[in-house]
């Protein structure tokens, strides 16, 4: 493949990406420009799995996502899933009772990491953002 063309793919990559997640962190950047393939492979499974599927709609999905995510502490990754959800119509409330949900399985970590994304949301939308 010639070097224009495999540029053609990141950068078309890339645009997809950030299109479908509403944001593209730098280390989806880095490995996209090392091993486009494998970040394609990658951005597919992300699309099966996280937009619309057979039966549950892409934002149902963003919430199981969501406490998936708390339950691991992964503070950033929560706060970019809960505004994505919330671009797939999720409202606060769903989004806080996907949090509610995740503290039987997961306790009060995962509660508070849900809530730091939640209150992050609301600093946001206070500052303009």
């Not at 929560?78 to 769903?94: C, I, N, P, S, W």
């Amino acid at each position: 493949m010639t070097d224009e063309k495999k540029e053609k793919r990141i950068q078309n990559l890339k645009e997809v990406m950030k299109k479908e997640r509403g944001y593209l962190p730098a280390t989806y950047t880095y490995i996209a420009e090392k091993d486009v393939d494998f970040m394609e492979a990658y951005n597919n499974l992300y699309e099966k799995a996280l937009t619309d599927g057979k039966v549950l709609p892409a934002k149902t999905r963003e919430l199981i996502a969501i406490a998936l995510l708390a339950y691991r502490g992964l503070n950033d990754a929560v706060y970019e899933h809960a505004k994505r959800a919330l671009r797939l119509g999720a409202t606060k409330e769903e989004i806080m009772e996907a949090i509610e949900t995740s503290i039987i399985p997961g306790g009060a970590p995962t509660f508070a990491s849900g809530l730091q994304a939640l209150v992050r949301i609301e600093e946001d939308e206070k500052k303009g953002k």
